[in-house]
């Protein structure tokens, strides 16, 4: 057995990590179309479940806060983190979407150009700054004391406190876009990747405004964002399977491909990796990328798998939320 299921939670509608924010001993969900609920990350167990009032445009956790935009609601909340009540609430544009937390500033607006992109003091809700008109951006990334946005051939990083431009950076290709979903993955203190034009991943240094190619796949790439896991980064391909590419030299180390699409989302396992196929089957790489083992988890539609760290990780599925542990199979699969 590769993965041992600590919990499982019906969500009563098709489970995905956009809408999934995890702490140390907390999973804060949403689930029944209009309930957002924290449960205990040690046993799955319900620590307050209260209503958004719809469909979830961002989520995110920042100490003793959940920030959340709730769809077709116009607005941010900020909920105790400890017992779901409101603290405090904005108004925002219709359609409003990503929220990001920098420090003691919230951010929030700038999905598919509906809105604006607009700040807000974490701690009372103080509105801060916004911008004149609507902006269109990817998933805001912190960086630093910073934030770094992207839209079509640019990248940029603000001041979160009061919007400043502090550096502009010029792409070769447009920007991939995810919607809802992370887009820059961080790969080290100076370094991030991002997703560009049909086949390319661009590496970005945020901090001097330097952008350069990283790697160009031989075929479209999937519509995910690269995973960075075990020191390795991993690109989707467009067949649903995995390409593993050195961080430095951008060169492949190897492929993987089951012969059935792979769900988002790649765990350490010790030396080795875990992914999951959509139909619900674990995969466990060596270090070198080859399919050691594999066995069924009983998931329907798996959407994604989420590295906690420390050999455990969220599996979100067409209906569930799982916790569960990596468990290192014993036998190889016959060649």
Same mark, same amino acid.
């Given at each position: 057995m590769i993965g041992k299921t600590l919990w499982e939670r019906p969500l009563h509608q098709h489970g995905s990590l956009k809408t999934v !924010?995890?702490?140390a001993d907390r999973v804060v969900v949403h689930e029944r179309a209009t309930r957002l609920v924290c449960l205990d990350r040690r046993d799955g167990s319900v620590r307050w479940d209260v209503p958004v009032g719809g469909d979830l445009r961002g989520i995110a956790v920042a100490g003793d806060r959940c920030l959340v935009v709730p769809y077709p609601a116009a607005r941010l909340s900020c909920l105790s983190l400890a017992t779901g009540a409101e603290v405090w609430r904005a108004p925002l544009r219709s359609y409003a979407?990503?929220?990001?937390?920098?420090? %003691?500033t919230v951010v929030a607006g700038g999905w598919r150009d509906y809105s604006p992109v607009a700040a807000f003091d974490l701690p009372d809700g103080r509105p801060l700054w916004s911008t004149p008109r609507r902006v269109e951006t990817l998933r805001p990334l912190p960086w630093g004391d910073a934030l770094l946005l992207g839209s079509g051939r640019e990248a940029w990083l603000i001041d979160p406190r009061d919007g400043r431009e502090l550096t502009r950076l010029r792409l070769p290709e447009p920007v991939?876009? *995810?919607? *809802?979903?992370?887009?820059?993955?961080?790969?080290?203190?100076? %370094?991030? *990747?991002?997703r560009c034009g049909p086949r390319s991943v661009v590496c970005l240094?945020? !901090?001097s405004g330097r952008a350069a190619r990283f790697y160009d796949h031989d075929a479209d790439l999937g519509y995910r964002a690269p995973a960075c896991a075990g020191g390795v980064v991993w690109l989707g391909t467009g067949d649903a399977g995995y390409v593993a590419v050195d961080p430095d030299a951008g060169s492949?180390?190897?492929?993987?491909?089951?012969?059935?699409p792979f769900a988002p989302g790649v765990v350490c396992d010790g030396e080795g990796f875990v992914l999951a196929g959509q139909g619900g089957v674990l995969f466990r790489l060596g270090p070198d990328g080859r399919i050691l083992d594999r066995s069924w988890s009983s998931a329907r539609r798996v959407a994604g798998l989420l590295d906690l760290g420390a050999g455990e990780m969220v599996m979100a599925t067409k209906g569930t939320l799982r916790l569960m542990r990596t468990e290192v199979g014993r036998q190889p699969v016959p060649s």
């Open positions: !924010a995890v702490t979407g990503h929220v990001v937390v920098s420090g %003691r991939t876009k *995810l919607d *809802l979903s992370p887009a820059f993955t961080r790969i080290d203190a100076e %370094r991030c *990747l991002v240094w945020p !901090a492949v180390r190897w492929s993987a491909n089951a012969g059935r």
